[in-house]
């Protein structure tokens, strides 16, 4: 499995895809696949972004991981993944999720947070 | 757990809360329709984030037990559903009737605001949807809504 460098091909920051798959498996659980990228000590700080349901079909990816340098909060997350190829899909109601809760935009993060970028829910 | 891949049974969920000071029980069942928006529904597809979900869902039956004096028993399943499956199941039990409904039918609100599953229909025409996120494989494009029949004793719309 290798990482293609998946910059928005703009000034923002670097950003690697793990999973070029742009389908799901119909129903299943979004595969995430054994990180490696942050295991090296030299490796600048990230934080690992989950997607979801479509968002992960129109960013191509279910795991993103954002150089954590200048991410302060859940909403600095958003505006980032918002400037990637496929990024206009996370409209006004994108739902984020720090370490299993549901955040505020304003809910600070960390390098190490499990943060995931949520479209509305449609459980039930 | 209160996600599943398999095929919910709402007895098992009956049997899990009922007791002999418990004379009231509430059950609610969400099950797949056949249309959505004027359109025919084949089949659904669920999916979670399954550690949160379970996180949430967890809080949804704590908040109830600690609010009313009842046990609740939920759960939700995943993946491929027919028309006529069950989605979602409740089962709530408590000393009265009062409040095993107050409790289901937090529980059912609660879940559909927080736990965060999705849904996508396939259609009869091939295309399929993901509900309520605006986002269509095929040429159909509509903003959906939750649409899960519902049916039982406690809640009605």
Redesign the interface.
């Known amino acids: 499995m290798g990482y293609g460098s998946g910059g928005a091909g703009n000034s923002g920051p670097a950003v690697w895809f793990r999973d070029g798959s742009p389908r799901l498996p119909m129903g299943g659980v979004l595969p995430i696949l054994p990180g490696s990228m942050s295991s090296n000590a030299s490796s600048p700080a990230v934080i690992r972004v989950q997607l979801f349901a479509s968002y992960a079909e129109r960013l191509e990816t279910s795991v993103i991981e954002l150089p954590a340098e200048g991410v302060r909060t859940a909403g600095d997350v958003l505006d980032r993944l918002r400037s990637l190829p496929g990024g206009s899909a996370l409209g006004p109601s994108t739902l984020v999720a720090v370490n299993l809760r549901h955040a505020p935009r304003e809910t600070p993060v960390h390098s190490g947070d499990e943060v995931a970028i949520m479209p509305p829910l449609a459980g039930g | 757990m209160y996600l599943t891949r398999s095929p919910i049974l709402l007895n098992t969920l009956i049997a899990e809360v009922e007791s002999p000071d418990r004379g009231g029980i509430a059950t609610f069942l969400?099950t797949v329709r056949n249309h959505h928006q004027g359109r025919e529904v084949r089949s659904l597809?669920?999916?979670?984030?399954?550690?949160?979900?379970e996180?949430?869902c967890g809080e949804i039956v704590a908040e109830a037990a600690a609010r009313w004096p009842v046990r609740v028993a939920l759960q939700?399943r995943?993946?491929?559903l027919a028309i006529g499956d069950v989605?979602?199941a409740i089962a709530v039990a408590g000393g009265h009737r009062d409040e095993a409904f107050a409790a289901c039918r937090y529980v059912?609100e609660e879940?559909?605001?927080?736990?965060?599953?999705?849904?996508?229909e396939m259609f009869a025409d091939g295309t399929t949807e993901?509900?309520?996120?605006?986002?269509a494989n095929g040429e159909a494009r509509r903003e959906g809504v939750?649409s899960?029949e519902e049916r039982g004793g406690a809640v009605a719309r």
Do not use: E
């Open positions: 969400g597809s669920y999916s979670a984030y399954d550690a949160m979900a996180s949430v939700h995943l993946g491929d989605a979602v059912i879940l559909k605001r927080r736990v965060p599953i999705w849904k996508r993901w509900v309520n996120q605006g986002v939750a899960s």
